[in-house]
């Protein structure tokens, strides 16, 4: 059986589901959107705390509230539940399964909204044993909030991601302070550490500069060792929390025909949000790895206006004109793709970040000449954004962000 | 004088995949034997951490108690798989030689492959191993294949035989260590953390402590020395890279780093050959597991962009021979079935063969019914799996996408998961590229009070 529908969005968080509300405020109609878990509202579903919404609704909410408005000013599409994707066919056909069997789903546009997810202890080539109490945020939160369980009483965090707060109020709702927050690198990784550590880490000693290099237990954690840079010392704990290292979840994309970009290792995208195969757009964390909800759910409004584009065949059919080329030290860009009339028929916004801490000059070249720069300092957790004023592309053959380290 | 809990004529002491098969066997007899595993669940030891293949034995030494075992056990998988649902994937294998003086050695390997038996195995040139393998690095020089060497589900077998085993009448008690025993000249007593269990005849198939479970009928002739052997798992689209298993042109010690697919789809590289006391525990080492990964990319150098999915470390029971430890003592009615190393997967049908036989001839009294076939749940990427099928579409693990259905069932019915691990094998879930990210709460929400911690 093959359903059609005008637009199909693959995962109903706060990207895709904001893409549906926009699509029916836009006066689509025709759209169904397949989420794999048993309700909506993605990652925010359990974050059970507060941090959501100020900016899409004027309101602060706590995850699961947020979600359950994101859900209801959705409740326009056709929302079904419990369907996973499997197969990302040429031209917009998914094949999907669910409780009642295999479906195959044929859009005209297919928003893929996988999200992202933490890196986990196996690519993290963590040394030891595989006892039981090692996991990421993700896995916390989802036996903290949807199944009241705490799985260790005395944890350490790994990493000092924005996540990794996150991570410290859901053990505050368990009830437990982590024993410490360990980071490999000289400064906490989030925005305005200080504020976090007194609020919310206040005698949770953060040790920086250290690596974890082992995980001790057989059959439950028992502690770890870390190294501080005099050697491997011990650490009792029964818990080990990995978090963040977000990346984008490409189980579907990368088996199939739609490319993707080894800088953001989510789906290349051009000015449109459009995928190597048009037919496919992309929005939220599976373009790159970890933003707030409010940026994927602001990209999943930008989709929707360009879906309507699309709908109305506003969209050049033509591959883009140039690819977007890096110099210097940043990890990514995105859009990867560009066309010629951008950005004076629709607003071309450039997301960047960088592989080290850098201070210098970005700029934007285009067939040669600068179009663009600015001077920045930067970290590589921290998003750099600019939007490209309007501009004459010129014939766009070459497009190239270039970061001169000063 | 107290009751036994339990008295079989034979009693078979480890639950891996060695003693799943001679449990298959002895029950298939007529035996109604007693299967006895110290774990929490069946497989928790050697053989939950394999390189998956169904060998030929073209390497394996000549006229080996090995080579006769791989080779009847190969046989009989291909002839049972099909009514016990496992999957095969017919991969072929390729020994690669990567240098010149590898190269030189590839004509004698063919050679002793036929002399074994194997007779389809050829060499074959650089330019088609070009062709049948074009995502391998250009370094390879020409290669051996090896057509009969395939990829299986090195968990889902024994778990069929473990179920046959039941189904002809055999008893498992799991969380059953031995701990000691004495033969008065017609029975043996095996003390055991559950209680007494008498036994006509003992079957020592107790992997990594097969020599520690020798010890309770006599100085065992042999030591056992664990050999670590650590794995790296590639994502799901690595395995598009690769075709045949890849094998190295093999030393003296090991056969050393392979690199294949998996029946999961995944794409593995392992194992390191690493000697160890300890019998139970199997780290991962960084470094090793860098060493492995550069291992893989040399092989395969677009291997360098693949995510790793998983990392494991298995333990195979070595000892100071290279041949299987097999023997049967009449008089005191014992079995020694040790020292089977990374052959055992494929071996353990004909180890069974082997014992079954010299069980009658000895001790006599076998009656061999006719097989009830016990289907185990396909797990593999080659034949159609639960979520596919107009039933099961309720996925829970959605990386390796398992069912519902899948994980309630392997929670339940005559040999249910003892353990997280135990699920898992039997399963999948939280074994994909996000172990447990997505899934892991709602599966131990699931196995609430079914397992042990």
């Not at chain 1, 006892?131 to 260790?152: D, E, I, R």
């Not at chain 1, 000092?160 to 000289?186: C, D, Q, Y």
């Not at chain 2, 929490?40 to 951490?49: E, M, N, T, V, Y």
Request: glycine share 10%; charged share 20%; net charge positive.
């Amino acid at each position: 059986m093959t359903s059609e529908s005008d637009v199909l969005i693959l995962g109903g968080g706060p990207a895709g589901l904001s893409c549906a509300r926009a699509l029916r405020g836009l006066g689509v109609h025709d759209v169904v959107l397949l989420e794999r878990e048993r309700a909506l509202g993605g990652i925010p579903r359990h974050c059970g705390h507060l941090g959501f919404g100020l900016r899409e609704f004027g309101k602060v909410y706590g995850g699961p509230d947020y979600a359950k408005r994101l859900a209801d000013e959705a409740s326009g599409a056709d929302l079904r539940l419990r369907m996973s994707a499997l197969k990302l066919e040429p031209g917009g056909l998914v094949r999907a399964t669910g409780p009642s069997g295999p479906e195959n789903f044929q859009a005209k546009a297919v928003v893929l909204a996988f999200g992202a997810r933490e890196t986990p202890r196996s690519a993290r080539l963590i040394s030891g044993g595989r006892p039981f109490g090692v996991m990421n945020t993700g896995a916390l939160q989802q036996f903290v909030y949807l199944h009241s369980k705490c799985p260790f009483e005395r944890p350490v965090v790994i990493g000092s991601e924005l996540v990794a707060f996150s991570t410290l109020l859901t053990l505050r709702h368990a009830g437990l302070k982590p024993l410490a927050i360990i980071e490999e690198n000289a400064r906490i990784t989030a925005r305005q550490p200080g504020k976090w550590i007194a609020r919310l880490g206040f005698g949770v000693p953060v040790l920086t500069n250290t690596r974890l290099t082992r995980i001790l237990g057989d059959s439950r954690v028992t502690g770890i060792e870390i190294d501080r840079g005099f050697g491997p010392e011990q650490m009792e704990c029964d818990g080990v929390i990995l978090t963040g290292r977000f990346r984008p979840e490409t189980a579907l994309i990368a088996p199939s025909h739609v490319e993707i970009d080894p800088g953001t290792r989510g789906p290349a995208i051009d000015s449109y949000f459009r995928c190597s195969d048009h037919h496919y757009f992309a929005a939220g964390n599976v373009l790159r790895g970890i933003e707030t909800a409010g940026q994927c759910w602001r990209e999943g409004k930008a989709v929707a206006e360009m879906i309507v584009k699309r709908l109305e065949n506003g969209l050049p059919a033509r591959q883009p004109d140039a690819r977007v080329t890096l110099q210097g030290p940043l990890a990514y860009v995105y859009p990867q793709r560009i066309y010629r009339d951008a950005p004076t028929s629709h607003p071309l916004l450039f997301k960047a970040r960088v592989t080290r801490e850098v201070r210098g000059r970005l700029s934007v070249v285009v067939d040669g000449s600068v179009v663009w720069s600015r001077r920045i300092s930067a970290l590589p957790e921290r998003r750099i954004a600019w939007k490209l004023p309007a501009h004459d592309m010129r014939s766009c053959q070459q497009v190239s962000v270039e970061l001169d380290a000063a | 004088m107290r009751e036994p809990i339990a008295n079989s004529r034979a009693v078979i002491i480890g639950a891996g995949v060695v003693g799943c098969a001679i449990f298959r066997r002895l029950a298939i007899a007529g035996l109604e034997p007693i299967m006895l595993e110290a774990a929490s669940d069946i497989l928790d030891g050697a053989s939950k951490g394999n390189s998956a293949l169904l060998h030929t034995g073209f390497d394996a030494p000549a006229d080996s108690i090995e080579l006769n075992c791989i080779q009847s056990g190969h046989r009989e998988y291909l002839t049972i798989r099909g009514k016990l649902n496992l999957p095969l994937v017919e991969s072929g294998a390729l020994v690669v030689a990567w240098d010149e003086e590898q190269l030189a050695k590839l004509p004698a390997i063919v050679v002793k492959a036929h002399r074994n038996g194997v007779t389809d195995v050829t060499q074959i040139d650089r330019d088609e191993l070009r062709k049948r393998e074009p995502h391998l690095s250009e370094r390879g020089l020409g290669a051996v294949y090896v057509p009969g060497e395939h990829i299986i589900d090195p968990w889902s077998a024994p778990l069929a035989y473990a179920h046959q085993g039941l189904a002809h009448g055999g008893k498992i008690l799991r969380r059953c260590g031995v701990t000691g025993g004495a033969f008065d000249g017609v029975h043996w007593t095996l003390q055991t953390t559950l209680g007494e269990i008498s036994a006509g005849v003992v079957i020592n198939a107790a992997g990594n402590h097969g020599d520690l479970v020798e010890a309770i009928n006599q100085p065992p002739a042999f030591a056992i020395t664990p050999r670590k052997g650590q794995f790296v798992v590639f994502d799901k689209p690595a395995s598009k890279l690769l075709h045949a298993i890849i094998l190295p042109v093999p030393t003296e010690r090991t056969k050393g780093v392979v690199v294949c697919r998996t029946a999961f789809g995944n794409l593995l590289v392992g194992p390191t050959a690493e000697d160890q006391q300890d019998r139970s525990r199997a780290d991962v080492d960084r470094a090793t597991l860098d060493l492995l990964i550069a291992k893989g990319v040399e092989m395969i150098p677009e291997l360098a962009d693949q995510p790793v999915n998983a990392i494991y470390a298995g333990l195979r029971p070595a000892t100071q021979f290279k041949d299987y430890q097999i023997a049967v003592n009449r008089e005191r009615h014992w079995i020694t079935a040790a020292g089977i190393r990374s052959t055992g997967l494929t071996a353990a049908l004909g180890i069974a063969q082997m014992i079954g036989r010299s069980f009658a001839e000895t001790f006599g009294d076998v009656r061999e019914a006719e097989p009830i076939w016990t289907p185990v749940p396909n797990l593999a990427e080659e034949r159609p799996r639960q979520y596919m099928t107009e039933a099961g579409g309720d996925i829970v693990c959605h990386c390796e996408l398992v069912t519902r259905g899948e994980i309630a069932a392997a929670l339940e019915g005559p040999l249910p998961a003892g353990d997280l691990g135990g699920l898992k094998r039997r399963t999948r879930c939280m074994m994909g590229r996000c172990q447990g990210f997505y899934c892991s709460a709602q599966v131990l929400a699931m196995a609430e009070g079914r397992l042990q911690p």
